[in-house]
């Protein structure tokens, strides 16, 4: 069917034959038979759908858009971080004073948009409508309308209905809208399943009443086919969105309005550069810098307000009189010579220019009668102060302070505060003490600064020339005092100076000498060079060096401790009456005496344990004890003696020297003594009548002789009479405890038929022996013969040894007699009996 205007007249064709309204009824649809080829577009909607039967798999993707969500059903839950961004915003839904002017322009407004209300009286002529388009109303029906019947059209007119009728049977795919079908004439058995696409249902032709309520459920829908055109308005609430569902792209441009969103919620990132203008500022709203005061700033002069350049200065004048104006009353009043009163109503007053202020006369800050150029007055609880800033990298912040009895800081003082830090750096009070470091200063001058590091009060200066100084003097009057100096050059010194190297100085007419006194009942005089301490006087008078707690007079302590007496004098000790008790004296031969210069007197050593214990005495006699305080001898030791490390010397004055071992309170038991002559070393006893008899001696040539002072061989022992035996027994030690892998000799007839006894003569004295021949058993018995260290040459015999050879050579030997005897008692039994 086509509609063709000309002029007033619309002429409407159809090309089949077409059905009156309401002709198609739900008797006349089969069941199943409307398929979706059957439904035109967008003839589904809401009310035709059962409540609840439109799945998630029935909605295409982004079939939901802005038009389709009923407005304020969107929580906060529904959309997703970060969803809504400036494209999300509707176009026209921004208010009148969120705009600049003239920045609405038809590029800005979405097409379709805009309301009937949107457009003035007689703004849309026909040549504004686009073809296609249906008029239901034009210019609210008050010109003619005339239709014209086209091909197999007719229309009937009767009273205010027209009558629009075609000819022929068959329907064309589509042809069926909304119109021609009866209001609830679809009911569910006439859809078949999945029968409704979005392509069967024309946009917007198949309206509520053209459904049975609840005709449509999700079986009938196919899946994925409900495009956003098939959703009616508002269709969509937030109970059908799936929490944070929503992301930015499911939003369509300039869908969220203004009252979509929370107020307060919009940050400053989340406003483009150059978004507001002076238009979007609400009035009374103050406004210290616009675009970085870059832009130009226009003044237009107001009513009794006159505004007159002058280079860089600017005069606003008023024309009334009085005094407490307001800012925008406020200068240049009451003439030549007036007072001036500038008043602002809320905030601060900024005055700023090119050129700066510039004041003729006194300023007064909380004062009305400025006695000096800038005069400053408060009562505030932070003090009367001037704050200076520095903005500049490494730059810091100072207030100078006049404080009262409420700030911090003290009544009556005057103080430069950091205000970067955070503290007080320098007060000065009404008695006319400073203060660095603190605010309560108990000097004229107190610098104080607490810190696990040297606090330093520096004088300097930078002059290299020989008169050039850096003094700090303390004086009475009449000129006395003490002082620091450091002198460039050369100088005649007074008091205390600190030039290239320290020095404290009286001055050459002092008589009463030098005084170093500490004030504390328990301070101490410490030296310190290279700030470590070296030397200590406590308050007790001990002298420490290397120890911070001296126990003596004085008391030297450290891991290398030594002392140089630079002379050849002497050390003397004095008792308290000043008699010399004892003396250590140091002489240019490199000796050092220890002297006990009191005649009949004693040196004696003692050590500390529990108590003063004396350790050793040297008589004036020159005996030593060692354990006794008498010693009858030139070394008399009471207690067990060691020796280590080596030889011990004995020399007698008459040749002979002797080792004696005495009880405590006897004569000697034994002795140990060599002979001048023949170096023999004797050992001798004592016998019960009392006299020492010699027991054992070792000759000069290393003989061993017990019994005989003439040993001739390695160890002689001799009987002293005929009944004496040399030894009652001798054992080997032969325990099994101590042996292992024991086994019985193996052919001893053999290795005893291989020896050989013999007798011969020792080459030492001739005298004649018997024995083997140590070479000759090696190579039979190895095991009972010692060699020289060499290993080659056999030296001797272990003879006791040879017996358990013999042993088994005796065992074996018996074991053949007995198997002799047995066969010749064989041999006798076999033989016959003799008459």
């Given at each position: 069917m086509t509609i063709t205007p000309s002029g007033n007249t619309l002429t409407i064709a159809a090309t089949g034959t077409s059905l009156p309204d309401d002709a198609v009824t739900t008797a006349k649809i089969a069941d199943g038979a409307v398929t979706s080829t059957k439904i035109a577009g967008s003839a589904v909607t809401t009310a035709q759908l059962a409540d609840g039967t439109v799945a998630t798999a029935d909605i295409a993707d982004n079939a939901v858009t802005g038009a389709k969500v009923a407005d304020g059903t969107v929580a906060t839950a529904d959309l997703a971080d970060n969803a809504v961004t400036s494209a999300k915003v509707v176009d026209g839904t921004v208010a009148t004073a969120d705009l600049a002017d003239n920045s609405v322009t038809t590029a800005k407004i979405v097409d379709g948009t805009i309301a009937a209300g949107d457009i003035a009286d007689g703004t849309l002529t026909g040549l504004k409508i686009s073809g296609g388009q249906v008029v239901k109303s034009v210019n609210a029906l008050t010109d003619a309308v005339t239709l014209a019947a086209g091909s197999n059209v007719t229309i009937t007119p009767s009273g205010n209905t027209l009558t629009i009728a075609a000819t022929g049977a068959a329907l064309a795919d589509n042809a069926?809208?909304?119109?021609?079908?009866?209001?609830?004439?679809?009911?569910?058995?006439?859809?078949?399943?999945?029968?409704?696409?979005?392509?069967?249902?024309?946009?917007?032709?198949?309206?509520?009443?053209?459904?049975?309520?609840?005709?449509?459920?999700?079986?009938?829908?196919?899946?994925?086919?409900?495009?956003?055109?098939?959703?009616?308005?508002?269709?969509?609430?937030?109970?059908?969105?799936?929490?944070?569902?929503?992301?930015?792209?499911?939003?369509?441009?300039?869908?969220?309005?203004?009252?979509?969103?929370?107020?307060?919620?919009?940050?400053?990132?989340?406003?483009?550069?150059?978004?507001?203008?002076?238009?979007?500022?609400?009035?009374?709203?103050?406004?210290?810098?616009?675009?970085?005061?870059?832009?130009?700033?226009?003044?237009?002069?107001?009513?009794?307000?006159?505004?007159?350049?002058?280079?860089?200065?600017?005069?606003?004048?008023?024309?009334?009189?009085?005094?407490?104006?307001?800012?925008?009353?406020?200068?240049?009043?009451?003439?030549a010579g007036a007072g001036r009163t500038i008043t602002a109503d809320a905030g601060a007053v900024n005055i700023a220019g090119a050129g700066g202020l510039t004041v003729n006369g006194n300023v007064g800050i909380g004062t009305t009668s400025p006695g000096q150029l800038l005069h400053l007055s408060s009562g505030s609880t932070l003090g009367t102060g001037i704050r200076v800033d520095n903005t500049d990298t490494g730059g810091r912040n100072f207030r100078l302070l006049s404080t009262g009895s409420g700030n911090t800081g003290g009544a009556g003082k005057f103080h430069i505060y950091d205000e970067t830090g955070g503290a007080f750096r320098l007060t000065a009070d009404a008695s006319g003490n400073v203060g660095v470091g603190t605010t309560s200063p108990g000097y004229l001058l107190e610098a104080r600064k607490d810190q696990n590091d040297v606090t330093r009060l520096v004088v300097n200066n930078g002059t290299a020339g020989t008169a050039a100084a850096a003094q700090v003097l303390a004086m009475r009057e009449g000129g006395n005092g003490i002082g620091m100096t450091a002198y460039s050059g050369s100088f005649t010194p007074s008091g205390i100076y600190l030039p290239n190297r320290g020095m404290l100085r009286t001055d050459s007419g002092l008589t009463n000498g030098l005084v170093l006194a500490t004030g504390g009942a328990s301070a101490p005089i410490i030296l310190a060079p290279v700030d470590t301490e070296r030397l200590r006087i406590d308050a007790s008078g001990n002298v420490g060096i290397g120890t911070t707690s001296p126990g003596a007079k004085l008391h030297v302590s450290g891991t290398n401790i030594g002392m140089l007496l630079d002379n050849a004098g002497d050390l003397l000790w004095k008792d308290s009456g000043g008699t010399t008790r004892g003396v250590m004296s140091l002489h240019s031969d490199d000796n050092v005496y220890l002297d006990a210069p009191v005649s009949g007197k004693d040196l004696i050593f003692r050590t500390e344990s529990s108590g003063t214990q004396e350790r050793m005495r040297i008589l004036s006699s020159g005996n030593v004890g060692i354990g006794t305080t008498s010693p009858a001898y030139k070394l008399d030791v009471a207690g067990v003696g060691r020796f280590t490390g080596g030889a011990v010397n004995i020399v007698g004055s008459s040749g002979n020297a002797e080792l004696s071992i005495i009880p405590e309170t006897a004569s000697p038991n034994g002795t140990i003594s060599t002979e001048t002559t023949g170096g023999a070393l004797r050992f001798r006893t004592r016998n019960s009548g009392g006299a020492v008899d010699e027991r054992m001696r070792i000759s000069s040539e290393g003989?061993?002789?017990?019994?005989?002072?003439?040993?001739?061989?390695?160890?002689?022992?001799?009987?002293t009479s005929a009944t004496d035996p040399i030894a009652d027994a001798w054992t080997v030690y032969s325990s099994r405890r101590w042996k292992t892998n024991i086994q019985t000799l193996k052919d001893p007839m053999g290795k005893v038929r291989r020896l050989r006894g013999v007798s011969y003569q020792w080459k030492a004295d001739g005298k004649q022996d018997v024995g083997l021949i140590a070479e000759e058993v090696g190579e039979v018995i190895p095991e009972v013969v010692a060699y020289e260290e060499n290993g080659k040459d056999a030296k001797s015999v272990d003879y006791a040894r040879l017996v358990a050879v013999l042993i088994e050579a005796v065992k074996a030997q018996q074991k053949e007699i007995e198997a002799l005897k047995a066969k010749v008692e064989g041999m006798e039994r076999a033989m016959p009996a003799h008459p």
């Open positions: 069926v809208t909304t119109a021609k079908i009866a209001d609830g004439a679809v009911t569910t058995v006439k859809i078949a399943t999945g029968g409704v696409t979005t392509t069967q249902i024309a946009d917007g032709t198949i309206a509520t009443a053209d459904l049975a309520n609840n005709a449509v459920t999700t079986a009938q829908v196919a899946d994925g086919t409900i495009a956003t055109a098939d959703l009616a308005d508002n269709a969509v609430t937030s109970a059908k969105v799936v929490d944070g569902t929503v992301a930015t792209a499911d939003l369509a441009d300039n869908s969220v309005t203004t009252a979509k969103i929370v107020d307060g919620t919009i940050a400053a990132g989340d406003i483009a550069d150059g978004t507001l203008t002076g238009l979007k500022i609400s009035g009374g709203q103050v406004v210290k810098s616009v675009n970085t005061l870059k832009d130009d700033v226009t003044l237009a002069a107001g009513s009794n307000i006159t505004i007159t350049p002058s280079g860089n200065t600017l005069t606003i004048a008023a024309a009334a009189s009085g005094t407490g104006n307001t800012l925008d009353q406020a200068y240049d009043q009451g003439g003989n061993v002789g017990i019994g005989t002072t003439s040993p001739a061989n390695l160890l002689t022992v001799q009987q």
